[in-house]
């Protein structure tokens, strides 16, 4: 057992920013006149050193900081009867003061809720929508509710360029990158105040004030051409009532365009299938077919194309050959780099965290304290979890917490939380039983999600999604209005009748025959599946399934199915769908293949995509990551796909493999 009582036992930690901030809201929360500047220096801050000059300073950043979590410190004036007695500033917080409102819903409206916050797993706002989840738990606003099996959309990662530019955003820095225009085809540096990201014909763009050019411009993140670089002393303001779907709806869709590729025999079914026109022998490699693509941004295709390496040669148009060149000499250029020592050494399983920052650890104490008010007895574990931190980390936030409290109050006026046999309580929370309001980023995930599940039929025709979103408006407050800075993307399926077959194949217990073309393997496939649960990214849709020619459970994408029907035969009891929700698009097996790869910085969101085991920081920015694929054949294709942002470092066959398919590659290039 750990608790207050039994702190003398345990060396204390030094006061630092996050203590005293959080001994300060306290302080301020819990005084009903107010408390002068010198009581608060001497009982809060146990300051005697400074300048009185240097204390007002000090005082000043923290009640800034205050208020960016939305508690707004009061001054209440006192004024004197003489000459000799100046009026003296007293400050308090109103005990209400950015709390979240009661939210209550029913079980049809949490159901949504859930799936809107699922929307964003593996994306930017993932964390912000775990958060705004836990304040509503914490508020006691959700109750009992089911996912779903027919229905489990996701907003597909748009990058590491999405992450740094979504952190940018709500925190009002500018941000540099480097740029391709589209329209001078000049790559250049180019330092932004972003306003807003949205996604529209199928990809993400960002929406700022170019500093350069003075004016707004509108950036497709697949021409970014490096990382983002976060320009965090350096602030502005975003203009009022921004939105950015209002923004986007002004863009043009890029004109469809017609590129020349020529492609071995046999080789790249997934491009032929797309080919509007092929011509034999009429290309420089005899028996080679000249294919025929409909395209509209060259960038996108470029990264398709580089996959594809030594199988597929761009004719025309040079602004395809030179997105193409790029990819596979950023490579190229990554592979021959001297290696990092492969060192995990203190890494553990887990998805990779951003920095830990004091401010990050005062918002989970904020939330941590009614969570556990409303969830009394919890497993030490379960709390850890729930958070996304370890049992360490927890264990850190609850000393500093038993540790807080009124300023020279008696033991009655400590925070006390006990961890008896690993089952945490609290038994005194000062007033800290209400979650604050959403942040802009939470309000943000839940909004937006909430929005984007307007694109699928069975959710907007019903009255939980209206009502729902009604809610969490008024409960979001000002920070709902800001909402507006982020639109997702369209998540309707792209072949409805497909869809339909999945998911009465799903209710109806009834296995499918599909014909199915493998990108990864080139090739087609005739297959007996148990379906069990669909879902999508953005608006690619998957279903997963047990198949029985593969004996295991496998991901299918409705876009690469050529024919499906049911065969007449229930499905079997090894049917079962893979534990946890949303459903993850690589299911490990036993025999895969764990591969050790080095990320660039404007790689490391892959390290979530892929679902890394394993992650280590690298210096510069660059990240190892342990990952494990069921098949190692795709991944030259893997590398130069996303050319410079990714090598293998381990096995070293299959980083051998890598580099010669980029090298041959790059020599039907010229080299």
């Given at each position: 057992?750990?608790?207050?009582?039994?702190?003398?036992?345990?060396?204390?930690?030094?006061?630092?920013?996050?203590?005293?901030?959080?001994?300060?809201?306290?302080?301020?929360?819990?005084?009903?006149?107010?408390?002068?500047?010198?009581?608060?220096?001497?009982?809060?801050?146990?300051?005697?050193?400074?300048?009185?000059?240097?204390?007002?300073?000090?005082?000043?950043?923290?009640?800034?900081?205050?208020?960016?979590?939305?508690?707004?410190?009061?001054?209440?004036?006192?004024?004197?009867?003489?000459?000799?007695?100046?009026?003296?500033?007293?400050?308090?917080?109103?005990?209400?003061?950015?709390?979240?409102?009661?939210?209550?819903?029913?079980?049809?409206?949490?159901?949504?809720?859930?799936?809107?916050?699922?929307?964003?797993?593996?994306?930017?706002?993932?964390?912000?929508?775990?958060?705004?989840?836990?304040?509503?738990?914490?508020?006691?606003?959700?109750?009992?509710?089911?996912?779903?099996?027919?229905?489990?959309p996701r907003i597909k990662p748009a990058g590491q360029a999405f992450e740094d530019l979504v952190t940018a955003m709500h925190a009002q820095h500018p941000v540099s990158f480097r740029y391709l225009a589209g329209s001078t085809g000049r790559d250049e540096v180019r330092t932004v105040?972003?306003?807003?990201?949205?996604?529209?014909?199928?990809?993400?763009?960002?929406?700022?004030?170019?500093?350069?050019?003075?004016?707004?411009?509108?950036?497709?993140?697949?021409?970014?051409?490096?990382?983002?670089?976060?320009?965090?002393?350096?602030?502005?303001?975003?203009?009022?009532?921004?939105?950015?779907?209002?923004?986007?709806?002004?863009?043009?869709?890029?004109?469809?365009?017609?590129?020349?590729?020529?492609?071995?025999?046999?080789?790249?079914?997934?491009?032929?299938?797309?080919?509007?026109?092929?011509?034999?022998?009429?290309?420089?490699?005899?028996?080679?077919?000249?294919?025929?693509?409909?395209?509209?941004?060259?960038?996108?295709?470029?990264?398709?194309?580089?996959?594809?390496?030594?199988?597929?040669?761009?004719?025309?148009?040079?602004?395809?050959?030179?997105?193409?060149?790029?990819?596979?000499?950023?490579?190229?250029?990554?592979?021959?780099?001297?290696?990092?020592?492969?060192?995990?050494?203190?890494?553990?399983?887990?998805?990779?965290?951003?920095?830990?920052?004091?401010?990050?650890?005062?918002?989970?104490?904020?939330?941590?304290?009614?969570?556990?008010?409303?969830?009394?007895?919890?497993?030490?574990?379960?709390?850890?979890?729930?958070?996304?931190?370890?049992?360490?980390?927890?264990?850190?936030?609850?000393?500093?917490?038993?540790?807080?409290?009124?300023?020279?109050?008696?033991?009655?006026?400590?925070?006390?939380?006990?961890?008896?046999?690993?089952?945490?309580?609290?038994?005194?929370?000062?007033?800290?039983?209400?979650?604050?309001?959403?942040?802009?980023?939470?309000?943000?995930?839940?909004?937006?999600?909430?929005?984007?599940?307007?694109?699928?039929?069975?959710?907007?025709?019903?009255?939980?999604?209206?009502?729902?979103?009604?809610?969490?408006?008024?409960?979001?407050?000002?920070?709902?209005?800001?909402?507006?800075?982020?639109?997702?993307?369209?998540?309707?399926?792209?072949?409805?009748?497909?869809?339909?077959?999945?998911?009465?194949?799903?209710?109806?217990?009834?296995?499918?025959?599909?014909?199915?073309?493998?990108?990864?393997?080139?090739?087609?496939?005739?297959?007996?599946?148990?379906?069990?649960?669909?879902?999508?990214?953005?608006?690619?849709?998957?279903?997963?399934?047990?198949?029985?020619?593969?004996?295991?459970?496998?991901?299918?994408?409705?876009?690469?199915?050529?024919?499906?029907?049911?065969?007449?035969?229930?499905?079997?009891?090894?049917?079962?769908?893979?534990?946890?929700?949303?459903?993850?698009?690589?299911?490990?097996?036993?025999?895969?293949?764990?591969?050790?790869?080095?990320?660039?910085?404007?790689?490391?969101?892959?390290?979530?995509?892929?679902?890394?085991?394993?992650?280590?920081?690298?210096?510069?920015?660059?990240?190892?990551?342990?990952?494990?694929?069921?098949?190692?054949?795709?991944?030259?294709?893997?590398?130069?796909?996303?050319?410079?942002?990714?090598?293998?470092?381990?096995?070293?066959?299959?980083?051998?493999?890598?580099?010669?398919?980029?090298?041959?590659?790059?020599?039907?290039?010229?080299?």
């Amino acid at each position: 057992m750990l608790s207050r009582s039994g702190f003398s036992n345990v060396a204390k930690v030094s006061a630092s920013r996050t203590e005293r901030l959080l001994n300060l809201l306290i302080a301020l929360l819990n005084t009903r006149y107010g408390l002068r500047r010198s009581e608060l220096r001497d009982k809060v801050y146990h300051d005697t050193s400074s300048s009185e000059v240097a204390f007002g300073r000090m005082f000043e950043r923290d009640k800034k900081d205050l208020r960016q979590y939305g508690f707004e410190v009061e001054t209440v004036m006192d004024h004197g009867w003489g000459s000799d007695d100046p009026a003296t500033a007293r400050y308090r917080i109103g005990k209400e003061s950015n709390r979240l409102p009661d939210v209550s819903l029913t079980s049809a409206e949490c159901t949504v809720l859930m799936l809107a916050a699922q929307l964003w797993e593996q994306a930017a706002l993932g964390s912000a929508a775990q958060n705004a989840m836990r304040k509503l738990q914490a508020a006691g606003g959700l109750v009992e509710a089911e996912l779903p099996p027919e229905v489990q959309p996701r907003i597909k990662p748009a990058g590491q360029a999405f992450e740094d530019l979504v952190t940018a955003m709500h925190a009002q820095h500018p941000v540099s990158f480097r740029y391709l225009a589209g329209s001078t085809g000049r790559d250049e540096v180019r330092t932004v105040e972003p306003w807003g990201l949205g996604s529209r014909f199928g990809q993400w763009y960002l929406v700022g004030f170019d500093r350069a050019r003075d004016a707004k411009r509108f950036f497709r993140l697949s021409r970014f051409t490096s990382a983002v670089t976060v320009l965090e002393k350096d602030p502005y303001t975003p203009p009022a009532g921004f939105n950015v779907r209002t923004e986007l709806d002004s863009l043009p869709e890029l004109p469809v365009q017609t590129a020349l590729v020529d492609v071995a025999p046999g080789k790249v079914l997934g491009l032929r299938k797309r080919a509007s026109g092929t011509a034999n022998g009429n290309t420089p490699d005899g028996g080679w077919d000249r294919l025929s693509i409909p395209f509209r941004d060259a960038e996108v295709l470029g990264e398709e194309l580089a996959s594809y390496g030594p199988n597929a040669l761009v004719a025309e148009p040079a602004e395809l050959v030179s997105a193409v060149r790029r990819r596979l000499q950023a490579a190229a250029d990554f592979a021959a780099s001297p290696a990092p020592a492969i060192d995990f050494t203190g890494s553990v399983p887990a998805k990779r965290a951003r920095k830990r920052t004091s401010e990050d650890q005062l918002k989970r104490m904020l939330q941590l304290v009614p969570f556990l008010v409303h969830n009394q007895g919890l497993h030490i574990s379960e709390v850890a979890a729930s958070f996304g931190v370890t049992r360490k980390e927890l264990e850190d936030d609850l000393l500093i917490l038993i540790c807080s409290g009124l300023p020279e109050g008696y033991p009655d006026d400590l925070l006390d939380i006990q961890w008896e046999d690993d089952h945490v309580f609290i038994t005194q929370d000062l007033d800290l039983t209400r979650p604050v309001r959403f942040a802009v980023d939470e309000a943000c995930a839940l909004l937006t999600g909430l929005e984007t599940l307007n694109g699928l039929p069975e959710l907007a025709e019903g009255s939980a999604l209206e009502s729902v979103t009604v809610k969490l408006m008024a409960a979001a407050g000002e920070e709902g209005l800001k909402a507006g800075s982020i639109a997702g993307p369209e998540v309707g399926p792209a072949n409805s009748a497909h869809l339909a077959t999945i998911r009465q194949a799903i209710a109806d217990g009834m296995q499918l025959h599909l014909t199915y073309f493998s990108a990864q393997r080139d090739s087609m496939s005739e297959r007996d599946v148990d379906p069990l649960r669909l879902y999508s990214l953005d608006n690619t849709w998957y279903f997963e399934a047990y198949c029985h020619s593969a004996r295991g459970l496998r991901n299918f994408r409705l876009d690469r199915i050529e024919g499906l029907a049911a065969n007449g035969r229930t499905v079997t009891e090894a049917a079962r769908p893979a534990e946890g929700f949303p459903v993850k698009l690589f299911t490990p097996n036993d025999d895969d293949a764990l591969v050790t790869v080095e990320l660039a910085p404007e790689g490391l969101g892959l390290a979530d995509d892929y679902y890394a085991e394993r992650t280590a920081p690298l210096p510069g920015g660059g990240l190892l990551a342990e990952i494990r694929f069921g098949s190692t054949a795709w991944l030259p294709m893997f590398v130069a796909q996303h050319g410079g942002a990714v090598r293998i470092l381990e096995p070293a066959d299959v980083a051998e493999a890598a580099r010669e398919w980029v090298a041959a590659a790059l020599a039907r290039y010229g080299g």
